[in-house]
C-alpha cells in the first residue's frame, strides 16, 4: 500500500533535503515514477497543477460603480426633483449630464484585471513525465507531487521540482528570481536559509531550460509554486488610489457639504420671503446645478489622455489614466538594474594579460569601440598576448552574434557574446580565425568542470583553448606568457590579486589558458588538459550602465526624486552599477541582501529604507515589503519590473512600470505604464510630462471653479434680493458642459514650463486647492457675478424682457471666461515672446478653443430651436458687443493675479 501524501507533508524546505529523503517523503521512484492509479488518486486530492484566474469584474457592476460619486448624488436628486415637478426637459438633461460623467468614468476605469489569468498560461505546457517505468508526454496540468519530469534544452518547466540529476543543466530563472545569466544547476543538498535565487538544486515553474538535461521530482503544483505564491501576492495586493483621485475626492465631499448647505440656506430664505415651494425647489435645482463643476471629470479625463498621447511620443504606454499624473509626483523610483538602467548587454570593460591591464571601451554587442593600454589605442602586433587571449575567448566559443530587427542580439550565452564582440574591435573575426585554425573537436562546458575547451588545427601543429572559472583554470596552470608573449612561470598569487580585484568592481571574471599538443591528438579528453595549460589573461565583462540612464538618474536626483535599485542580482554587481550611476552620494555604496532585509523588524526596515540605495537578491514578497515600507514613510512610489516575481510590487507601488520588450505578460498587466524601449530615461520623461499635466490640471480647475462661483452667487444673491433666476438651470448647464469645457480643454495642451525638472516633487499631503489657487477663484467668481448679474439687471430695467436679459447674462458669462483663458493660458507671453524676437513656440490652443466657443455662442442665442430648448432670443450685434465688453476687464485681473499671485 503506497504511502499517504498529506499537505503538511508537502509544506518542506525541499532544498535542504537530501535526494534519497525527498524521495521516500513523496513515496515515489526515481527511475520508475509513480504509478497511473497513484496519480490518479494525488489529482483527485490535491487537483490540477494550474492556477486559478481572477474572477473578471462585470462591465455592468464596474459601470454602476461610476454613479458613486458625491457631487453626482446632488445631480440625480436635482433631476428626481424635476421629474416630481414634471419638467421633463430640465430633467432629461440634467440625467444625460449624469450619464455622461458615468461613461467617461467608466472609459478612465482601468481594464479588468488579467494577471491571473497570465500567470496560469506562464505554467501551461507540455511535460516530459515517467509514470510507470515509462516515459511520456503530459500535459503540464495533470502533474502531481511525486512524478519524476525529465527536462532539457528548450523546455518550460512545468511544476516546482526538486532536481535528482542534473547533466550541464542550466536554467534561466529571470523571470521568477532576476538573476540576469542563466543558473547552472546542482544536486546537493543546501542549507535552510539559502535564498531562492541561490537554489541551485531547485527547478520552478515557468522558467526555461537554456541547455543540458535534468530529472527532478515534482514537489508543489498549482497555487502551491513559487510562481503560485507570487500570484496570491499579486491578488492580495490593494488597488490603490492614485494622489489625484485622492485629492479630487475629498474636494468632492467638501464642496457637496458646501453645496447642501447653501441649497437648503437658499430654500429657507425663500420660503422666508414668501415664495412658493415650488418656485424654490426650482431656485434650489438651479443653485445645485450652477455650484457643482460638472465640466471637471471630463477635463480630468481629457487632460490626462492627452498625457497619455505626450508619454507614448516618449516611449511610455500609460495602461491606467490616472497614472499619468501620479508619476508627475513621484518621490521615490525604485527600478530594476538588468535592461533598465543597464544595456542588457554584457561588455567585456577590463583584460589582465602578460602582467598589463587593457582597458575596453564601448558598450554592448556592436563592435564600436577600441582597447587600450595607458590611453593608447593597441596594436595586436605589439601584443601577442592579447591577442592570444582574445583569440582564445573567440574560438572556445558556441554562440554566436545575429542582427534581429536592426538590433545585435546574442544567440547562446550572453558572456560569451561579449567575447565574439571584444576581438571584434581589436580586429578579430570568427570566420578568419576558422578557417586559419579549424575546430577538430571540444569539450563543452559543464557544470562539475567549471571549463569548455577546444582543439584546433594550425599548420601542421594542434593546440587546445581552453576558458573558465579562475580556480579551474590556475590549477591546471603551471607557466603563463608574459607581455612579448614569452613562456614564464606563472605567479598564481598575482593572478588571483587581480581576478578579486575585478570582482570587488563587479565584474565577471573569465580566466583563458591554451596548450601546444602533438599533431597526432585527434580527439579530446578532460585528461588531455589536467596540467600543463599556459595561463593567458583574465577577461572582466558586466552589463554596463546606459549612459542616458545615468543623466536621467542625475535629472532625478537634482527634481529631488530618489533612485534606488532593487533587482535579484548579486549584491556586488548590484553595488558597482550603483557607483557607476552615482546612486549615492557615497561612493562606499553597499548592498543590502534579502537575507538581511528578512531579519529586520519593520521599524528597522523603515530606518535603513531611508539611506539605503541598493537591495541585491530580493525575493518577491520582499520586493512588495520594501515597497510597502516607503508608502508608509508617505513617499509616492514608482517601480519599475520585467518579471513575474516584479508583479506584486508593481500592482502595490502607486504607479508599476513594466518593460515592453523584455518583460513577461504578468508584469505588463500588474503595471500602469509600459515602457516599449525598457529605458530608465524615458521614465524621466514620462516624469517630467506627468509634471506638466498636473500643473494643467490645477490651470484648468483654476479656470472652472471660478465659473461655478460665478453662477452659484448670482442664484444666491438672486434670491437674497428677491429678484428672478438671472440664468436658467438648462442655461447653467450648457454653460457648464459646453462653453467652460470647449475653453477648459485648451488648458490640457498647454506646453511644459520652464525649470519643471528642477523643483522637488509636490508634497503628497498637498491641498488640491492651495492658498493661490482659493483667492483666484474667489476674486475671479466675485468678477462673474457681477457681471453676469450686473448685465441681467440692467438689461431687465432698460427693456423689461426677462428672457434677453438671461441671453445676455449668459453671453457676457461667456466673454469673461473667454478673457480669463486668455490671462491664465501661455498664448499671449508666447505671442509676446516672439514679437521679440525668441524662439518660444506660440501655443495657439487657446485660439481653436475660443474660435469653437464663438460659433457655440452664436447658435446658442440666435438658432430658433435652440432659443426655445434653452429660453433664450437672438441678440443684435450691438448687443453682442455690450456683453464682450462686459467680460473684458477680467483679462487685466487675471493679468495682475499672474504677476503679484501666481499658481503654486
Given at each position: 500500500?503506497?504511502?499517504?501524501?498529506t499537505?503538511?507533508?508537502?509544506?518542506?524546505?525541499?532544498?535542504q533535503?537530501?535526494?534519497?529523503?525527498?524521495?521516500?517523503?513523496?513515496?515515489?521512484?526515481?527511475?520508475?515514477?509513480?504509478?497511473?492509479?497513484?496519480?490518479?488518486?494525488?489529482?483527485?486530492?490535491f487537483?490540477?497543477?494550474?492556477?486559478?484566474?481572477?474572477?473578471?469584474?462585470?462591465?455592468?457592476?464596474?459601470?454602476?460603480?461610476?454613479?458613486?460619486?458625491?457631487?453626482?448624488?446632488?445631480?440625480?436628486?436635482a433631476?428626481?426633483?424635476?421629474?416630481?415637478?414634471?419638467?421633463?426637459?430640465?430633467?432629461?438633461?440634467?440625467?444625460?449630464?449624469?450619464?455622461?460623467?458615468a461613461?467617461?468614468?467608466?472609459?478612465?476605469?482601468?481594464?479588468?484585471?488579467?494577471?491571473?489569468?497570465?500567470?496560469?498560461?506562464?505554467?501551461?505546457?507540455?511535460?516530459?513525465?515517467?509514470?510507470?517505468?515509462?516515459?511520456?508526454?503530459?500535459?503540464?496540468n495533470?502533474?502531481?507531487?511525486?512524478?519524476?519530469?525529465?527536462?532539457?534544452?528548450?523546455?518550460?518547466?512545468?511544476?516546482?521540482l526538486?532536481?535528482?540529476?542534473?547533466?550541464?543543466?542550466q536554467?534561466?530563472?529571470?523571470?521568477?528570481?532576476?538573476?540576469?545569466?542563466?543558473?547552472?544547476?546542482a544536486?546537493?543538498?543546501?542549507?535552510?536559509?539559502?535564498?531562492?535565487?541561490?537554489?541551485?538544486?531547485?527547478?520552478?515553474?515557468?522558467?526555461?531550460v537554456?541547455s543540458?538535461?535534468?530529472?527532478?521530482?515534482?514537489?508543489?503544483?498549482?497555487?502551491?509554486?513559487?510562481?503560485?505564491?507570487?500570484?496570491?501576492?499579486?491578488?492580495?495586493?490593494?488597488?490603490?488610489?492614485?494622489p489625484?483621485?485622492?485629492?479630487?475626492?475629498?474636494?468632492?465631499?467638501?464642496?457637496?457639504?458646501?453645496?447642501?448647505?447653501?441649497?437648503?440656506l437658499?430654500?429657507?430664505?425663500?420660503?422666508?420671503?414668501?415664495?412658493?415651494?415650488?418656485?424654490?425647489?426650482?431656485?434650489?435645482?438651479?443653485?445645485?446645478?450652477?455650484?457643482?463643476?460638472?465640466?471637471?471629470p471630463?477635463?480630468?479625463?481629457?487632460?490626462?489622455?492627452?498625457?497619455?498621447?505626450?508619454?507614448?511620443?516618449?516611449?511610455?504606454?500609460?495602461?491606467k489614466?490616472?497614472?499619468?499624473?501620479?508619476?508627475?509626483?513621484?518621490?521615490?523610483?525604485?527600478?530594476?538594474?538588468?535592461?533598465?538602467?543597464?544595456?542588457?548587454?554584457?561588455?567585456?570593460?577590463?583584460?589582465?594579460?602578460?602582467?598589463?591591464?587593457?582597458q575596453?571601451?564601448?558598450?554592448?554587442?556592436?563592435?564600436?569601440?577600441?582597447?587600450?593600454?595607458?590611453?593608447?589605442?593597441?596594436?595586436?602586433?605589439?601584443?601577442?598576448?592579447?591577442?592570444?587571449c582574445?583569440?582564445?575567448?573567440?574560438?572556445?566559443?558556441?554562440?554566436?552574434?545575429?542582427?534581429?530587427?536592426?538590433?545585435?542580439?546574442?544567440?547562446?550565452?550572453?558572456t560569451?557574446?561579449?567575447?565574439?564582440?571584444?576581438?571584434?574591435?581589436?580586429?578579430?573575426?570568427?570566420q578568419?580565425?576558422?578557417?586559419?585554425?579549424?575546430?577538430?573537436?571540444?569539450?563543452?562546458?559543464?557544470?562539475?568542470?567549471?571549463?569548455?575547451?577546444?582543439?584546433?588545427?594550425?599548420?601542421?601543429?594542434?593546440?587546445?583553448?581552453?576558458?573558465?572559472?579562475?580556480?579551474?583554470?590556475?590549477?591546471r596552470?603551471?607557466?603563463?606568457?608574459?607581455?612579448?608573449?614569452?613562456?614564464?612561470?606563472?605567479?598564481?598569487?598575482?593572478?588571483?590579486?587581480?581576478?578579486?580585484?575585478?570582482?570587488?568592481?563587479?565584474?565577471?571574471?573569465?580566466?583563458?589558458?591554451?596548450?601546444?599538443?602533438?599533431?597526432?591528438?585527434e580527439?579530446?579528453?578532460?585528461?588531455?588538459?589536467?596540467?600543463?595549460?599556459?595561463?593567458?589573461?583574465?577577461?572582466?565583462?558586466?552589463?554596463?550602465?546606459?549612459?542616458?540612464?545615468?543623466?536621467?538618474?542625475?535629472?532625478?536626483?537634482?527634481?529631488?526624486?530618489?533612485?534606488?535599485?532593487?533587482?535579484?542580482?548579486?549584491?556586488?554587481?548590484?553595488?558597482?552599477?550603483?557607483?557607476?550611476?552615482?546612486?549615492?552620494?557615497?561612493?562606499?555604496?553597499?548592498?543590502?541582501?534579502?537575507?538581511?532585509?528578512?531579519?529586520?523588524?519593520?521599524?528597522q526596515?523603515?530606518?535603513?529604507?531611508?539611506?539605503?540605495?541598493?537591495?541585491?537578491?530580493?525575493?518577491?514578497?520582499?520586493?512588495?515589503?520594501?515597497?510597502?515600507?516607503?508608502?508608509?514613510?508617505?513617499?509616492?512610489?514608482?517601480?519599475?519590473?520585467?518579471?513575474?516575481?516584479?508583479?506584486?510590487?508593481?500592482?502595490?507601488?502607486?504607479?508599476?512600470?513594466?518593460?515592453?520588450?523584455?518583460?513577461?505578460?504578468?508584469?505588463?498587466?500588474?503595471?500602469?505604464?509600459?515602457?516599449?524601449?525598457?529605458?530608465?530615461?524615458?521614465?524621466?520623461?514620462?516624469?517630467?510630462?506627468?509634471?506638466?499635466?498636473?500643473?494643467?490640471?490645477?490651470?484648468?480647475?483654476?479656470?472652472?471653479?471660478?465659473?461655478?462661483?460665478?453662477?452659484?452667487l448670482?442664484?444666491?444673491?438672486?434670491?437674497?434680493?428677491?429678484?428672478?433666476?438671472?440664468?436658467?438651470p438648462?442655461?447653467?448647464?450648457?454653460?457648464?458642459?459646453?462653453?467652460?469645457?470647449?475653453?477648459?480643454?485648451?488648458?490640457?495642451?498647454?506646453?511644459?514650463?520652464?525649470?519643471?525638472?528642477?523643483?522637488?516633487?509636490?508634497?503628497?499631503?498637498?491641498?488640491?486647492?492651495?492658498?493661490?489657487?482659493?483667492?483666484?477663484?474667489?476674486?475671479?467668481?466675485?468678477?462673474?457675478?457681477?457681471?453676469?448679474?450686473?448685465?441681467?439687471?440692467?438689461?431687465?430695467?432698460?427693456?423689461?424682457e426677462?428672457?434677453?436679459?438671461?441671453?445676455?447674462?449668459?453671453?457676457?458669462?461667456?466673454?469673461?471666461?473667454?478673457?480669463?483663458?486668455?490671462?491664465?493660458?501661455?498664448?499671449?507671453?508666447?505671442?509676446?515672446?516672439?514679437?521679440?524676437?525668441?524662439?518660444?513656440?506660440?501655443?495657439?490652443?487657446?485660439?481653436?478653443?475660443?474660435?469653437?466657443?464663438?460659433?457655440?455662442?452664436?447658435?446658442?442665442?440666435?438658432?430658433q430651436?435652440?432659443?426655445?430648448?434653452?429660453?433664450?432670443v437672438?441678440?443684435?450685434?450691438?448687443?453682442?458687443?455690450?456683453?464682450?465688453?462686459?467680460?473684458?476687464?477680467?483679462?487685466?485681473?487675471?493679468?495682475?493675479?499672474?504677476?503679484?499671485?501666481?499658481?503654486?
Open positions: 500500500m503506497p504511502e499517504t501524501i499537505e503538511e507533508k508537502l509544506e518542506r524546505q525541499w532544498h533535503l537530501p535526494v534519497q529523503e525527498v524521495v521516500q517523503t513523496l513515496a515515489s521512484a526515481e527511475d520508475r515514477g509513480l504509478t497511473a492509479n497513484e496519480a490518479s488518486e494525488r489529482q483527485e486530492r487537483g490540477p497543477n494550474q492556477l486559478t484566474p481572477q474572477k473578471e469584474k462585470s462591465p455592468w457592476l464596474q459601470f454602476l460603480k461610476q454613479f458613486n460619486q458625491p457631487l453626482l448624488y446632488i445631480l440625480l436628486i433631476a428626481a426633483v424635476s421629474l416630481f415637478l414634471q419638467h421633463w426637459l430640465d430633467a432629461g438633461v440634467i440625467f444625460a449630464v449624469v450619464l455622461i460623467n461613461t467617461v468614468g467608466y472609459i478612465q476605469e482601468s481594464r479588468a484585471e488579467k494577471a491571473m489569468k497570465a500567470l496560469a498560461e506562464s505554467v501551461t505546457t507540455e511535460a516530459t513525465v515517467i509514470r510507470d517505468g515509462e516515459q511520456q508526454r503530459l500535459p503540464s495533470e502533474l502531481v507531487p511525486g512524478d519524476v519530469v525529465k527536462l532539457s534544452s528548450g523546455d518550460k518547466v512545468p511544476a516546482d526538486r532536481l535528482v540529476k542534473v547533466n550541464n543543466l536554467i534561466d530563472e529571470s523571470a521568477l528570481t532576476g538573476e540576469s545569466v542563466p543558473v547552472e544547476k544536486t546537493e543538498p543546501l542549507d535552510e536559509e539559502t535564498s531562492l535565487a541561490d537554489r541551485e538544486n531547485m527547478a520552478y515553474a515557468g522558467t526555461v537554456t543540458g538535461q535534468g530529472r527532478g521530482i515534482v514537489v508543489a503544483i498549482g497555487e502551491a509554486t513559487e510562481t503560485g505564491h507570487i500570484s496570491e501576492l499579486v491578488e492580495q495586493s490593494a488597488e490603490l488610489t492614485t489625484l483621485t485622492r485629492k479630487i475626492h475629498k474636494f468632492s465631499k467638501s464642496l457637496l457639504y458646501v453645496i447642501l448647505g447653501l441649497a437648503a437658499t430654500f429657507v430664505v425663500g420660503l422666508a420671503q414668501g415664495e412658493s415651494w415650488v418656485d424654490m425647489f426650482n431656485t434650489t435645482v438651479a443653485l445645485a446645478v450652477s455650484a457643482i463643476p460638472e465640466g471637471l471630463p477635463i480630468v479625463t481629457i487632460t490626462l489622455a492627452i498625457g497619455v498621447s505626450r508619454m507614448a511620443e516618449r516611449n511610455a504606454i500609460v495602461r489614466l490616472p497614472a499619468v499624473e501620479t508619476l508627475g509626483s513621484a518621490t521615490v523610483i525604485c527600478s530594476d538594474k538588468t535592461g533598465t538602467l543597464t544595456e542588457n548587454q554584457m561588455t567585456v570593460e577590463d583584460i589582465y594579460a602578460g602582467g598589463e591591464h587593457y575596453v571601451k564601448g558598450t554592448g554587442y556592436k563592435a564600436e569601440g577600441e582597447i587600450l593600454h595607458d590611453e593608447q589605442s593597441v596594436d595586436l602586433e605589439e601584443s601577442p598576448v592579447l591577442r592570444e582574445l583569440q582564445c575567448g573567440l574560438l572556445c566559443n558556441d554562440s554566436q552574434l545575429q542582427k534581429k530587427e536592426g538590433q545585435q542580439t546574442v544567440e547562446g550565452d550572453p560569451e557574446g561579449a567575447l565574439i564582440v571584444v576581438a571584434n574591435k581589436a580586429g578579430l573575426t570568427r578568419d580565425l576558422q578557417e586559419e585554425m579549424p575546430r577538430l573537436d571540444e569539450i563543452p562546458f559543464e557544470s562539475d568542470y567549471q571549463y569548455m575547451a577546444t582543439l584546433h588545427e594550425k599548420d601542421s601543429d594542434k593546440i587546445i583553448y581552453v576558458k573558465g572559472s579562475l580556480e579551474a583554470i590556475l590549477k596552470c603551471d607557466q603563463s606568457l608574459d607581455a612579448q608573449g614569452e613562456e614564464t612561470s606563472l605567479d598564481t598569487e598575482q593572478v588571483e590579486q587581480e581576478a578579486e580585484a575585478m570582482a570587488d568592481e563587479g565584474l565577471r571574471v573569465l580566466a583563458f589558458a591554451k596548450k601546444p599538443v602533438s599533431a597526432d591528438v580527439s579530446l579528453e578532460h585528461e588531455d588538459i589536467e596540467e600543463g595549460l599556459i595561463f593567458l589573461g583574465l577577461q572582466g565583462m558586466i552589463d554596463p550602465p546606459r549612459q542616458e540612464a545615468i543623466e536621467a538618474v542625475d535629472v532625478c536626483k537634482s527634481a529631488g526624486i530618489q533612485v534606488k535599485m532593487i533587482t535579484g542580482d548579486h549584491a556586488v554587481t548590484a553595488a558597482a552599477i550603483a557607483r557607476m550611476m552615482n546612486l549615492s552620494q557615497n561612493q562606499e555604496v553597499q548592498a543590502l541582501r534579502g537575507t538581511d532585509l528578512g531579519q529586520m523588524s519593520d521599524e526596515l523603515k530606518n535603513t529604507v531611508k539611506d539605503s540605495v541598493v537591495f541585491a537578491r530580493v525575493a518577491p514578497e520582499q520586493k512588495l515589503r520594501l515597497i510597502e515600507t516607503l508608502q508608509s514613510k508617505g513617499e509616492i512610489v514608482a517601480m519599475t519590473g520585467d518579471g513575474v516575481n516584479d508583479a506584486p510590487a508593481l500592482k502595490q507601488a502607486d504607479i508599476g512600470i513594466a518593460m515592453g520588450q523584455a518583460g513577461t505578460e504578468v508584469a505588463k498587466e500588474a503595471a500602469d505604464i509600459i515602457l516599449t524601449d525598457d529605458n530608465f530615461a524615458s521614465i524621466k520623461a514620462a516624469v517630467e510630462e506627468g509634471r506638466t499635466i498636473y500643473l494643467n490640471l490645477r490651470k484648468a480647475i483654476s479656470f472652472l471653479l471660478p465659473v461655478n462661483g460665478g453662477e452659484s448670482t442664484i444666491l444673491i438672486g434670491v437674497m434680493l428677491g429678484t428672478a433666476l438671472p440664468i436658467l438648462l442655461q447653467v448647464l450648457w454653460i457648464n458642459m459646453i462653453s467652460s469645457i470647449a475653453l477648459a480643454v485648451p488648458l490640457a495642451f498647454e506646453p511644459k514650463p520652464e525649470g519643471v525638472m528642477e523643483s522637488p516633487p509636490r508634497n503628497p499631503n498637498e491641498r488640491l486647492l492651495s492658498g493661490s489657487i482659493l483667492r483666484r477663484i474667489a476674486i475671479i467668481s466675485l468678477f462673474n457675478w457681477m457681471i453676469t448679474f450686473g448685465v441681467f439687471e440692467w438689461m431687465l430695467q432698460q427693456t423689461e426677462i428672457t434677453l436679459s438671461r441671453t445676455m447674462a449668459v453671453q457676457a458669462l461667456v466673454a469673461a471666461e473667454v478673457f480669463y483663458l486668455l490671462s491664465l493660458s501661455q498664448f499671449l507671453p508666447s505671442v509676446w515672446g516672439k514679437l521679440r524676437h525668441q524662439t518660444d513656440k506660440i501655443a495657439y490652443a487657446p485660439v481653436i478653443g475660443i474660435a469653437c466657443v464663438v460659433v457655440l455662442q452664436i447658435i446658442f442665442s440666435q438658432l430651436f435652440m432659443n426655445t430648448l434653452f429660453d433664450t437672438p441678440l443684435s450685434f450691438t448687443q453682442g458687443l455690450i456683453c464682450i465688453g462686459a467680460g473684458f476687464p477680467v483679462i487685466i485681473i487675471g493679468a495682475l493675479l499672474r504677476h503679484f499671485d501666481p499658481l503654486k
